[in-house]
């Protein structure tokens, strides 16, 4: 007979060298007529004397998309808008700085939050531009958006692997919208979404998501990089009235000057988001779940009801999937969510015999990584 072994095993969640920067990030000019058409067709007769022809296209809303510096992490878009009393033109400039400055490095690798890592942003810029249909002085473009991000690795694929699962069934916070990825492929793009979670506000988005699988699905590896065994990526996109609100509060200051305050503010704001719209919970197992509950002092239809909800989020994607489907039965689900936050979890169990008794939540992991590695104990058997 086969000897059943088990030992104590422990991995670890820690913040990528980088910590907490910035990942992409877009400027914005308005332009004239003149200089709209001008830059227009200086690209299209460049790449006609080019032997690649596909650089330079327009897409469905009839912008015109250049890809010539993609190497460089750079992506330029011509947009002409008809409006009823006046016609705009605008250039947009999305850059992922880290490629800027260095086109050889990793996709999961952001910005070093370091001022010199600005200063050569800055310079790289201007070098790159220059001589170009392209103004190449930064401080003359608009910050109009901001991803602000850090990456989380986890030493062990299959503790990563549930985290990824019971994340992507957290519910949508309030005044939030959840997001889908979307693709042409349904396929894929369900595939995708088991990966990914992103919610929306008025001027800015949450996102988390599996950098890992993000760059495997999209051919983004190279080919002497070692992957991990998995990266959580949190991202707080920052779109212009969110910038504009920044900017307000600091004073007039360039281009250059926010970008860096930004990256300074980046550790704190992604916590601050993240911490306001998700409860510091942890994930444990179903009886945790129910002992937890039943030596509460919760009673009657309140433990019915927090004891269904867990039930429910076994089979059910989401908690507002599972929430939907509680009122439809009759039961009463305000404030349900708070109750699962005082004791101290989540409503969305861990597979049942799972290796890990506990995940942290998101919370805590943002919180806890930024001061150091988070320890998870799990179980190892093996037969002998």
Not at 43 to 54: A, C, G, I, R, T
Not at 58 to 85: A, F, M, P, S, V
Not at 145 to 171: A, G
Not at 320 to 338: E, F, I, W
Request: contains cysteine; aromatic residues 10%.
């Amino acid at each position: 007979m086969c000897k059943r072994k088990e030992t104590t095993k422990t991995s670890y969640f820690t913040l990528e060298p980088d910590g907490f920067s910035i990942h992409t990030f877009e400027l914005s000019r308005q332009l004239t007529p003149s200089e709209y058409y001008s830059i227009k067709n200086s690209l299209y007769n460049q790449q006609e004397k080019s032997e690649d022809k596909s650089w330079m296209y327009q897409d469905k809303y009839k912008n015109h998309i250049c890809t010539l510096y993609k190497e460089y992490g750079i992506r330029i878009k011509l947009e002409y808008n008809q409006g009823r009393d006046m016609d705009t033109y605008f250039i947009r400039i999305i850059v992922n700085p880290r490629k800027l400055i260095d086109p050889k490095s990793s996709y999961i690798g952001i910005l070093p939050p370091k001022e010199s890592s600005i200063k050569k942003l800055k310079k790289e810029f201007t070098r790159l531009f220059e001589g170009t249909a392209f103004d190449n002085d930064i401080n003359n473009y608009q910050l109009t958006r901001v991803d602000l991000c850090t990456n989380i690795r986890c030493d062990n694929k299959k503790l990563f692997r549930e985290l990824v699962r019971v994340l992507r069934k957290m519910p949508t916070p309030p005044k939030y919208t959840r997001e889908k990825y979307k693709h042409k492929d349904k396929k894929k793009a369900n595939r995708y979404n088991k990966h990914y979670l992103r919610f929306h506000c008025g001027t800015h988005e949450l996102i988390i998501y599996d950098k890992t699988y993000q760059m495997q699905d999209n051919n983004l590896v190279i080919s002497y990089e070692k992957m991990p065994e998995g990266v959580l990526r949190f991202e707080v996109h920052c779109k212009r009235a969110y910038l504009r609100n920044v900017e307000k509060k600091s004073g007039k200051v360039s281009t250059e000057e926010l970008l860096w305050q930004m990256v300074q503010e980046s550790e704190e704001r992604i916590i601050n988001h993240f911490d306001r719209c998700f409860p510091d919970t942890a994930f444990v197992q179903m009886e945790e779940i129910e002992r937890r509950i039943k030596a509460s002092a919760f009673r009657g239809k309140n433990r019915k009801a927090m004891l269904e909800l867990a039930s429910q989020l076994q089979r059910k994607q989401s908690v507002d999937k599972a929430l939907q489907q509680m009122q439809k039965d009759g039961y009463n689900t305000s404030d349900l969510l708070d109750k699962f936050e005082k004791l101290g979890i989540s409503p969305i169990p861990l597979w049942k015999n799972f290796c890990a008794k506990e995940l942290p939540g998101p919370v805590e992991l943002l919180r806890a990584v930024s001061d150091g590695e988070v320890a998870v104990e799990y179980l190892k058997v093996k037969y002998k």
